[in-house]
């Protein structure tokens, strides 16, 4: 396929297949029982995209097989005409409730979604983690541009010319802004290491009380390990001319700390003093082991 390059809307970098729509997207009509996930990408979002279908659809396995996930959740800001996946022309036509996804930075997202008061999930990973799913996934979404190798995605990855755009901006605005609206500000971490805790937050957040026994289920359902094997989540069903598995499969590790196997230490510090610089004076906090 073409790869989409990058361009620039109100200073940051997204794919062209946003980019080109843009007029669009901005002008996307809400609704008031809307929910929307929002991520930089590879913070889990498709691991929260099988949660709230599981607790939306009552755990109902069967329905939440219905689709692969891209089309159960669409991904609200892809406007060409589809080549796999469901965008903005679908989600206009869903029935409500719905559930829609996002990777924009807080300033991008349609205004009628804070218009309608609408309920945000938000989910954040660290961004060493972060950095080498990325790297991963430029290289086996052919949609995407090339990462080259890793010395030099980092050094990418830094100066925020990746697609959607700084990592730092990205979790540093949506933090900021968590308490303005009605935003669920999640962490991969914390749902690693308490899933069924973090599944309860979320079930209580869609106004949800889900029993133990449910919980467990959904626990079950959207473990790393099931997910990796469910074509319907696994990302299987999209042609490899445009994600290529064998270059890397989408459900590729699924663990916290994976960094410490892909940077030197001359990185790791690198990596830490712009951090330190890029989140100075928020307590915006994140565990890179578990
Ligand atoms: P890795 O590349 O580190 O394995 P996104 O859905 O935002 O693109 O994020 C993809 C990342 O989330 C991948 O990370 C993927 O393996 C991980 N992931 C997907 N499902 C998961 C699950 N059920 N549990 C833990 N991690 C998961």
Known sequence: ITQW????????????????HWDQIWGFQARPDDVLICTYPKAGTTWIQEILDMIQQDRDTQKCSRAPIYQRIPFLELCRPPLYTYCFKEAEAMSSPRILKIHLPIQLVPPSFWEQDCKVIYVARNPKDTAVSYYYFQQMNHGLPDPGNWDQYLETFLAGKVPWGSWFDHVRAWWDARDKHRILYLFYEDIKKDPRGEIRKMGQFLGRELPESVLEEIVQHTSFENMRENPMANYSTVPSFIMDQAVSPFMRKGMVGDWTTHFTVAQSERFDDEWTRRLEGSNLHFRTRL
Do not use: F, I, M, R
Request: glycine letters at 6%; aromatic letters at 0%.
């Open 5 to 20: 390059e990058l361009v620039d809307v109100q200073g940051v970098p997204l794919p062209s297949s946003t980019a080109d």
